[in-house]
C-alpha cells in the first residue's frame, strides 16, 4: 500500500488578489490591443479569419506565461486563483482586441470613433460585433490573378469568433495552471523551491521495476546502468528550498525515444510530486553520482577556475 506523501499546495492566496490578478488584467489589456491591431490587418491582407487563430494561440499563451510569472512572483499557492486569473485576463484581452478591431474598422469606413469610447459601450458593441458577422467585414483573396474573392460572413465567421473565443480564455488559464503546478513553495521558508538534481537510469523491461517506481520508490533504481544515448530511460527531478534545504519534492517520469519512424520523444509520469522524506532523501543521495546533474552554484559563486595544465 502506498502511504507516501504527496504535496499539495496550501491554497494560500499570498499577494495574488493584490498584485497578481491586477497585474494580469493589465497585461490582458495590453496584450488585447496588440491582438486587436495585430488581427484587422492581418485578416485583411490574408483574406481569412483563421490566421488569427494562428496569431490568437501564440499571442494567448504569451499571456499565460505572464500570468505564471506574475503566479510566482506575488507568491500565490491557490490553483483556483491562478486559473482565474488566466481566465480573467484572457477575457480582459479579447474584450479590449473586439475594440480595438471595431474601432479601426469604423476608422477604415471613414466614421472614427475612438477605442475608449467603444470599450465603455458594451451594447453598442454587442449589436455592431452582430453586423459585422451579418455583412463580413474582408474579402477572401482567391489569387493574385482573379483579384478579390466574396466576403466571408455568418457560420465561418461566427465559428471562428467562437474558437478564438476559446483560445484566449482558455489557453492563459490552462498554461499558467500548468505551469504552476510544477512548482513547490516552502510554507516554513516562503520561498519556491528550485531545481536540485536531476537522475538518470536506463528503463527496465521488468514490470516490477516499474510498479515499484510508480509508488515513488526510488530503491528500485539501484541497480540500475546509465541510460543508452537515445535509449528509454527513468528520470527523476528533485526540488529542493534553498533556504532550509529540507522541503522538498522528486516525481519519476519515463522518457521513450523515436518509438516510431519519427524522432518522437515520449515522457510518461509514472508519479505525483512527492515530499522528499528521509528514505527518498537517503536514496536519491546514493544515486546522486555518475549520471546525475550536480545543482546549479549558487548565485554569487564565483566560479572555480581550472586548475593549470601539469608540466
Ligand atoms: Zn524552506
Known amino acids: 500500500m502506498n502511504m507516501r506523501p504527496v504535496y499539495r499546495s496550501s491554497g494560500n492566496l499570498g499577494r495574488g488578489p493584490a498584485v497578481m490578478l491586477p497585474l494580469s488584467l493589465l497585461l490582458g489589456a495590453v496584450t488585447g490591443l496588440v491582438y486587436g491591431y495585430s488581427c484587422f490587418y492581418c485578416i485583411a491582407w ?17 499571456l499565460g506565461l505572464g500570468v505564471y510569472k506574475l503566479a510566482i512572483l506575488s507568491k500565490c499557492r491557490s490553483l483556483f486563483l491562478v486559473g482565474l486569473t488566466g481566465f480573467l485576463s484572457g477575457s480582459a484581452a479579447l474584450y479590449v482586441a473586439w475594440s480595438v478591431f471595431t474601432s479601426v474598422l469604423l476608422d477604415s469606413y471613414g466614421t472614427p470613433v475612438p477605442v475608449h469610447t467603444v470599450m465603455s459601450n458594451p451594447a453598442a458593441l ?80 521488468d514490470p516490477g521495476t516499474e510498479a515499484r517506481l510508480k509508488t515513488g520508490d526510488l530503491q528500485a533504481l539501484a541497480g540500475l ?24 519534492t522528486y516525481k519519476i517520469s519515463k522518457i521513450t525515444y523515436g518509438t516510431g519512424k519519427k ?5 510518461e509520469h509514472l508519479t505525483p510530486l512527492y515530499l522528499l522524506d528521509a528514505d527518498s532523501a537517503a536514496a536519491l543521495g546514493a544515486l546522486l553520482g555518475p549520471g ?8 554569487g559563486v564565483p566560479p572555480v577556475p581550472p586548475a593549470p595544465p601539469a608540466v
Open 263 to 267: 524522432d518522437d520523444v515520449k515522457t
Open 46 to 62: 490574408v483574406g481569412s479569419q483563421k490566421i488569427s487563430m494562428l496569431l490568437a494561440t501564440f499571442i494567448f499563451l504569451g
Open 126 to 205: 454587442w449589436d455592431f460585433v452582430q453586423e459585422v458577422g451579418e455583412k463580413g467585414w474582408y474579402t477572401t483573396k482567391k489569387s493574385y490573378q482573379s483579384g478579390p474573392g466574396e466576403a466571408e460572413k455568418g457560420f465561418i465567421l461566427w465559428a471562428a469568433w467562437t474558437m478564438e473565443a476559446l483560445i484566449a480564455t482558455l489557453a492563459p488559464a490552462i498554461l499558467s495552471v500548468i505551469m504552476w503546478r510544477g512548482k513547490v513553495f516552502c510554507e516554513a521558508c516562503g520561498y519556491w523551491c528550485a531545481d536540485a538534481a536531476t537522475v538518470v537510469r536506463q528503463a527496465s523491461s
Open 292 to 299: 546525475a546533474t550536480p545543482p546549479p552554484p549558487a548565485p
Open 225 to 248: 546502468p546509465l541510460p543508452k544515448p537515445s535509449g528509454s530511460m527513468y528520470k527523476v527531478d528533485q526540488t529542493l528550498c534553498k533556504a532550509c534545504g529540507n522541503t522538498g
